[in-house]
């Protein structure tokens, strides 16, 4: 019987969402007939006592920082313990937002125009005109993303307090729908699940509309032109394997089709450990392509299994 080390919580801005994806994705590996240990990632020193009991594989439903970004998946080299999703290399670089476009453009993915630059250049209109996009360079779930439209939203923005580093990625705003793209599998395996159109009901997709209940409309498959849906798929699996992705990721793409269709697609980011909570995108794109999410959280483990540990320094 296949003993398994989930974890869940951890310490990012992402903590609470962790929680419900790991509970539910211990809940499918139990229908499965596996033995899942659930574990609350608040301290080194804890995890390493969980490790200790030898696993035979972990899945890794944390997200955020210390998650999603090489510093997990490092220990978990370290440890010699097969774990599922991304590994170091990949999830560091998706994680940090500046390098993933380069990796992007560098495969002739579309990308927004866009840079790192100053906090206060951006607010003092030194970056970018507007309409753009300010985002932290290393968080996920559009935690820290804003708008702005106009100098209104950039006045507003200047009187907002700002938790993050002061280096700030800024892109340019790109009208239109907002699409994800879920890819499963690794290298030539991987392939691209399905397209899901996400209409939220305040006019952006942010961290409160991706985890309330009735905040945004999610329709899928999307309701786009066939050769724009092709070309997202084709997109996102490029991107996977681009940044060496493992397991399942989630690609966010803007479609502007505001000049008609078929529009133009433009790579946002890649999500290396996406929700999988009753609202999150990637179960939902699985389950219209016919894998239900006790088998899609299976396969993670299996998949985990099949590579084996990335490193043995464990004694």
Known sequence: ????????????????????????????LRTKGYVVDEHDFTSLEGLMAALATKPDAVFNALHGRYAEDGTIQGVLDLAGVPYTHSGLLASAVAMDKPMARKIFAGH????AEGGVFNREDVLGGRAMPVPFVMKPTNEGSSVGVKIVLDAGDLAALAREP???????????????????VAVLGTNGSAQALGVLEIRPNNGFYDYTAKYTD?????????????????????????????????????ADIRYDDTRGEPGALCLLEVNTQPGMTPLSLVPEIAAASGIAFADLCARLIEEARHDGPRARLAP
Not at 108 to 111: D, S
Not at 224 to 250: E, F, T, W
């Open 214 to 250: 009735g905040k945004a409309i999610h329709l899928c498959p999307a309701p786009i032109a066939p050769k724009a849906y092709a070309q997202a798929m084709q997109i996102a699996l490029d991107a996977h394997r681009a940044l060496g992705c493992r397991g399942v990721s989630r």
């Open 1 to 28: 019987m296949t003993r398994v080390l989930l974890l869940k919580g951890g310490l990012s801005s992402e903590r609470e969402v962790s929680l419900v994806s790991g509970a539910e994705c211990a809940k499918a």
């Open 162 to 180: 700002w938790p993050f580093d002061e280096e700030v990625l800024v892109e340019a705003y790109v009208p239109g729908r907002e699409l994800t």
């Open 108 to 111: 002739g993915l579309p990308v």
